[in-house]
């Protein structure tokens, strides 16, 4: 740990009073020009919180609020004042790169609390918010919290800071993605996107891609464990040649379908992504047809690849595609860059009209993928039938 980091993580300790988080407050004073803090792994109460808030505002030179895991155990109506009190105490802190609060199931009734901070500290760069059960509008209530700093800073003539956006395992669903879109798009200097096990549905993949292809400087897109199916396959391949940078592509669980596949694999072929180095397409229901452009797409323009995942979908290992997937990875010197093919199902010969024509038209604008469009917004009476389970999208 740096020298200038205060650390208690994983001590399990039960921080209630401000008698309790005394002899804390005592230890981040005597670090000068503190610029860590790793609380995760112990629990605080609301009392606790806001004396370590009043003490948050005390620093000037805080760069990292890791704050995930810090409300376990505790009753819900404990959460929200704690957290706004945090929150707060953050949304003045120029010199703040990262926060972090992952791991907290706080559910979408504490994504207000947050909403003065992501709205108004435009200095930090990386928003970690993994795991926190937010559902769709906890989820919505968010993302317009960051399209609105968006909007202040081009107010102000000034350009985004934020890169990083980690928000996966929160039941997002479809009825936030267009949301995320829109604050995607009006940032457009995201770096990193991690979203894995959402139950975004491919109207949602859509829509995020459809947002995301405004970010010409993606590296990392983590769309893991959601369902793409065709459509929302497509909608990312279009995206595709936006994202020059691009270093790390996650699409496995997502059920990205034969022609998803192709339509996917043929935009790879177009040579708009060299600096690929991880691709991770497992379980995602398409053939040898698919392997075959893959193949091809690595031999001609991915010469950085040095991890594929593929395994899980419907190819025998044995299979003349996959022998050309070796060679072409062999071909850049990257012998080991295949995961395992245990999983691999049997390809269903009689499956016809998968030409790679089909996944071509997607160039000359035929069977353009129709996301939703990104500015809609969700009625907050929509979203809380949502959650009340009147309304519902299928997360599977």
Request: charged residues 25%; proline residues 4%; contains cysteine.
């Amino acid at each position: 740990m740096a020298a200038k980091s205060f650390s208690i993580h994983g001590k399990g300790l039960r921080i209630n009073t401000k008698e309790d988080i005394a002899p804390l407050i005592e230890q981040m004073r005597a670090i000068p020009g503190l610029e860590e803090i790793h609380l995760g792994g112990n629990t605080f109460g609301t009392e606790a919180c806001i004396v370590l808030a009043e003490e948050l505002k005390r620093i000037d030179t805080l760069k990292i609020a890791d704050l995930a895991d810090i409300f376990t155990g505790r009753l819900i109506s404990e959460i929200p004042p704690a957290l706004k009190a945090i929150c707060d105490a953050l949304t003045t802190k120029t010199s703040l790169v990262e926060l972090d609060l992952s791991d907290n199931a706080f559910g979408g009734r504490s994504a207000e609390p947050m909403v003065n901070f992501l709205t108004h500290n435009r200095s930090f760069q990386v928003l970690k918010l993994n795991n926190n059960g937010l559902g769709v509008w906890g989820g919505t209530t968010v993302a317009n919290a960051l399209l609105e700093s968006a909007k202040l800073s081009k107010a102000e003539r000034k350009p985004s800071n934020l890169r990083v956006v980690v928000c996966g395992r929160n039941r997002l669903e479809n009825g936030s993605a267009p949301h995320w879109a829109e604050a995607f798009a009006a940032h457009g200097k995201l770096r990193q996107v991690r979203m894995p096990q959402n139950g975004i549905r491919m109207e949602g993949i859509a829509a995020l891609a459809q947002g995301l292809s405004k970010c010409p400087d993606l590296e990392t897109l983590d769309l893991q464990d959601n369902t793409a199916t065709e459509s929302g396959t497509r909608a990312v391949a279009v995206a595709l040649p936006s994202w020059p940078a691009l270093r790390s592509l996650n699409l496995s669980d997502c059920l990205l379908s034969p022609k998803g596949g192709i339509a996917l694999a043929t935009a790879l072929l177009k040579g708009k992504n060299t600096q690929l180095e991880i691709l991770r397409l497992q379980y995602g229901e398409f053939d040898h047809r698919t392997i075959d452009l893959l193949a091809q797409a690595i031999a001609e323009h991915l010469s950085n690849l040095t991890t594929l995942e593929i395994n899980g979908n419907k190819a025998d290992p044995d299979d003349e595609c996959i022998a050309n997937l070796r060679d072409a990875l062999e071909s850049h010197g990257h012998t080991n860059a295949l995961d395992e093919l245990d999983d691999m199902e049997e390809s269903d010969e009689e499956e016809e009209s998968l030409a790679v024509e089909q996944a071509e038209d997607e160039d000359k604008g035929k069977g353009q993928p129709s996301a939703p469009t990104v500015s809609k917004v969700i009625d907050p009476a929509d979203a809380l039938a949502d959650m009340l389970g009147q309304v519902s999208l299928k997360s599977s």
